[in-house]
């Protein structure tokens, strides 16, 4: 079964620099999501993506943030200069349609730690 | 905007008990809900989804869901929990139109004692 998949599982960086995670979403996808959850906290909302340019996104995704799909397989955000509340567990999910009746498969997760 | 609130961050059962994990949704337009499951280590599965069908709504794994107007509810149960059940369960909500952002509650780990 497809499925989506996240490198790296984890990652651990220092305050101040650029990160990017990196997805894989499904190969007849067409919408693509970034979400977060800080530890023992809900997993938040923060992009989405359609047609190559940013559809909703939350007042979480800053200027800090941004996501991109280099080519027709990856998906990425990027985190220009880090900050420790930014250390959580970063989820990409995609959809093959964007209508609220459709199913988004997530990913495993990369779980970012920044010192 | 909408939410969902999980009562009980944790839960524990027995073994071959009932699993009754309760969620509730606020949202100004019909809702569609969900219910994930993620194993340690792992990503979010979907269990199941409502989407104005049928109010009760059968998922993987033997759980099923009730979709509930009047009291604005969708709880997830199953009859007889099994030890491979021990997970974390959220509940979602979408809504339709837009780009089906989700909303997840706080999630409720449930512990299955054998």
């Known amino acids: 079964e497809p499925e989506v998949t996240q490198t790296p599982s984890h990652q651990v960086t220092q305050m101040g620099q650029e990160v990017i995670l990196r997805c894989v979403p499904i190969?007849?996808?067409?919408?693509f999501y970034w979400y977060r959850q800080i530890l023992g906290q809900k997993v938040e909302f923060l992009v989405s993506?359609?047609?190559?340019?940013?559809?909703?996104k939350s007042e979480i995704f800053d200027d800090q943030f941004s996501v991109e799909r280099p080519d027709g397989s990856n998906f990425t955000l990027k985190i220009r200069s880090t900050k420790l509340e930014d250390s959580a567990m970063y989820f990409c999910?995609?959809?093959?349609?964007?209508?609220?009746?459709?199913?988004?498969?997530f990913g495993p997760g990369t779980r970012l730690t920044v010192l | 905007a909408q939410s969902v609130t999980q009562l009980g961050s944790h839960v524990s059962v027995s073994e071959g008990a009932l699993v009754l994990l309760r969620c509730n949704y606020s949202?100004?337009?019909?809702?569609?809900l969900f219910w994930y499951v993620q194993y340690p280590n792992q990503g979010l599965q979907l269990l199941l989804k409502?989407?104005?069908?049928?109010?009760l709504v059968k998922g993987i794994n033997g759980f099923e869901a009730e979709f509930k107007k009047s009291e604005t509810s969708f709880h997830l149960t199953k009859p007889s929990a099994h030890m491979s059940d021990a997970a974390e369960y959220f509940c979602?909500?979408?809504?339709?139109?837009?780009?089906?952002?989700?909303?997840f509650g706080t999630g409720t780990k449930l512990q299955v004692i054998p």
């Open positions: 999910a995609s959809s093959r349609q964007g209508a609220g009746t459709d199913t988004q498969y």
């Open positions: 190969s007849n996808h067409l919408y």
């Open positions: 993506f359609y047609n190559n340019e940013i559809s909703e």
């Open positions: 949202s100004s337009v019909p809702p569609y």
């Open positions: 409502y989407t104005s069908a049928a109010t």
């Open positions: 979602a909500v979408s809504v339709t139109g837009g780009y089906q952002k989700v909303t």
